[in-house]
């Protein structure tokens, strides 16, 4: 079974990770710093409880055969597209004090697990609408995809 932020030691491990970044931390790929990367997951996080709305870009490949892809495949690819409201500094949430930033994304993560799971989550952008497991792997793979990115 895939991780996810469902379960709760995996969760933990995010929190773990999460805590070991530092504003300076360096960027193994990528032109984001650990503080735009904080504010582009937290934004994420927001639009799957329905915080940040996001325009529907999907389509039906990206509804069926890229969906299955990322949530059932390995890694995320780095380069992936992402929509812009989502990119800090380009339409998404501006880095202010990292500490804050921080307890943004911890406070998200939780709230994003705790979703009650017979009550539908807004559909993602670019896959549609997808189940609370989905969401739970989807938000893992992207959170894991960006603390790699930072040696997190």
Known sequence: MPATILDPLVRSALRERLLSLRADSPARWGSM???RMLCHVG???SQAIGELELADQSTLLFR???RWVVIRGPRLPK???TSPRIVAGTGGTVPAEFAADLARVLDLLDRNA???PERPMPPHPAFGPLS???RGILTWKHLDHHLRQFGA
């Open 43 to 45: 934004d994420a996080m």
């Open 64 to 66: 069926t055969l890229v």
């Open 33 to 35: 710093d650990a503080p």
């Open 132 to 134: 609370h497991a989905e």
């Open 79 to 81: 380069g992936a597209p």
């Open 114 to 116: 705790a979703w009650p």
